[in-house]
């Protein structure tokens, strides 16, 4: 059963838009989210993460939203730039003292059109 | 920066032989992981050890073996290679802890014919 689920396999955004990345979850334990960005030919890189103590979390032109009710969070980024094209995999861990490795989504193709 | 190197970027071996892919990170980090990744699947976590000599099945574990014989190195062991092991190959190291961020290597591109 899939715990970390990211519904779109794909994205086309136009440069300068916002790209908005989905994710969703089904184990309630979860309390701790990580985006990471992969591309071709590169292990995937840490991007920005979030507890579940928070709602929000930013960092620069990237910013994750976090929705406990609805076990749900997403990436914006704004504006999007074609450096921006990647894969992106959402993570998360049911353990913030860290005794768990991190669960996977399948990830989202994203693809900035300039 | 922290380096996690493997060895080969691509690979092809034959049906039925034994293939050793090896993991290098130079950060003194506790935990090392294995993961493959295949288009529509995402990242499957192989095998992973948090300490020296330890391992741990991860969700995808049969018809592999790991060796962590030091801190820095962390082996994944094809016994005898099927096509279906056809994948790209990733490490990955963190801290003392499984959520800190993962800093993984580049990658290897494993064809078995």
């Known amino acids: 059963d899939q715990q970390v689920k990211q519904n779109s396999p794909s994205l086309s955004v136009q440069e300068g838009r916002i790209s908005i990345l989905n994710c969703d979850y089904t184990n309630s334990m979860f309390d701790y989210f990580l985006w990471y960005k992969k591309y071709p030919a590169e292990g995937p890189t840490f991007l920005i993460s979030?507890?579940?103590?928070?709602d929000k979390n930013e960092d620069g032109r990237f910013t994750v939203f976090l929705n406990k009710s609805a076990k749900h969070l997403s990436l914006h980024i704004v504006p999007s730039q074609p450096g921006d094209s990647a894969v992106y995999f959402c993570?998360?861990?049911?353990?913030?003292?860290?005794?768990?490795?991190?669960?996977f989504g399948k990830g989202t193709r994203l693809s900035v059109i300039a | 920066d922290v380096k996690v190197t493997q060895s080969s970027r691509y690979l092809v071996k034959r049906t039925g032989e034994k293939v050793f892919l090896e993991c290098v990170q130079d950060?003194?980090?506790?935990?090392m992981f294995w993961y493959r990744q295949d288009p529509g699947l995402g990242l499957r976590l192989i095998y992973f050890s948090y300490d020296v000599k330890m391992k741990e099945k991860g969700d995808i574990p049969e018809g592999y073996s790991v060796s962590r014989e030091k801190k820095e190195r962390f082996s994944l062991i094809l016994e005898s290679a099927s096509t279906n092991q056809t994948s790209m190959y990733l490490c990955?190291?963190?801290?003392?802890?499984?959520?800190?961020?993962?800093?993984f290597g580049s990658g290897t591109q494993l064809s078995v014919l």
């Open positions: 979030i507890s579940s103590i928070k």
């Open positions: 990955a190291s963190s801290p003392g802890v499984f959520n800190e961020k993962l800093f």
């Open positions: 993570a998360a861990s049911s353990d913030y003292s860290g005794n768990t490795p991190l669960v």
């Open positions: 950060m003194d980090h506790e935990n």
